[in-house]
């Protein structure tokens, strides 16, 4: 069942991330103690980033407990965990849990000749010279936590080598060359040095980049970008379709021949020039995606109402005194809810691609934050001797896409044995 896939997956997340959890844990303690000794200076410390890691935290220890008290209700939860089931539901808890699932920041990137193009399934060792601090200052121990967390325990100086040990001093091996640092100097610096194992599971980029880290927070970035633009097109497709449908004549006219002037362009013709001229910020990005794809879910609710207009029901509303937006979002929107969601799960898996199509022209997000796109066109330069960096990209966007048109079909027979 789908519930106990969900539960696998949390807890195999806990055991592998629970000193970064704990991490967190202090960091919203010390966020906490600064609050309650300078409030104005706790909020100013507050950021997208903070908010993300908390609410990551909060999703990750309420969320399950809410629904496996509540499960009895949702009847999801029951459903067999099938291959696109599986897939949904790892999708899911990638977007919401990026932060903590990731194993390091989707830009960490150190001594480039160690880590680049790494095979998948490849460790190194890395050797920590944190210098021991005391800060009983509720600032500073703030600020030192947050370090922490945000670079996912990469603080002060690390380095990145192939094997070290610790012998009346610090002796790191890096590519067959030996690097030896002095007991003076670490007594001196006052440094504890930690070596630990990296693992790159997924393997790394031609900058040293975790590619499975990249992989994760580009889910989020994909699937927030795809959820975002069809809310546009629905709120666009609904507004105008009704209005054409409804009201007629010269109102239907020219949505109607708007409409049709938008699907005879090319789309991704005019998602570049729109991009091309406002920027590729993320607002820019998500507004061209859901204004570009407003046209089909036009057409359906104009026929749709155009059809229910004249039904009894719906004139009966209107001699009852009724307003516009009751007709349309309580008795018209109801009846034409199957064929919406229908329409709007495919273009779901359609926004997605347009995306990916955009980061991989070096039109989309893909210079600022992770996105399949651009890495899959990153990757095409080392497909000789780092297959991985296309593969991995190209595998989850096709898994993507299959999922969302596999739903899309699943809606549809569903809706239509119901209209039978």
Known sequence: MIWHLLALILFIILLLRYGFIYDIIILLAAFIKLAINNYDLAIQQLSLNIFDYFASLFILICVPVILYRKKDKIKILFYKAGFTNSILTILIIFTFLAPIAAPSQFDFQNNISISKLLKPLSTKIIIMLRKDTDNNNPVGNYIHQRDIVFNKG???KYIIADSAKINEGLIIYQKGKQQFIREEYIRGENITPEISTIYFLLGTDEYGRDILSRIIYGTRLSLLVGLCAV???FSLGVVFGFMAGYLGGF??????RLADIFLSFPIIFLIILIVGLFG???FTIVAVLGFAGWMSLFKIVRNETAALKNKDF???TKLLGFSNYHILFKEMLPVMMPSI????VFQYGSVIIAESALSYLGLGLGNNF?????MIEAGQYYLSKAWWMSLFPCLFLFLTLYTANHFGSKLETIFKINLK
């Not at 109102?251 to 109607?256: E, G, M, P, S």
């Not at 969601?341 to 709007?344: A, I, N, W």
């Not at 992770?370 to 651009?374: K, R, T």
């Open 231 to 233: 809310l546009i097109s």
């Open 251 to 256: 109102t239907d006219t020219v949505l109607n």
């Open 341 to 344: 969601v229908v329409t709007l």
């Open 280 to 282: 590729n910020s993320v």
């Open 314 to 316: 719906i004139i009966t």
């Open 154 to 156: 990469m603080t002060g």
């Open 370 to 374: 992770p996105s399949w796109g651009a």
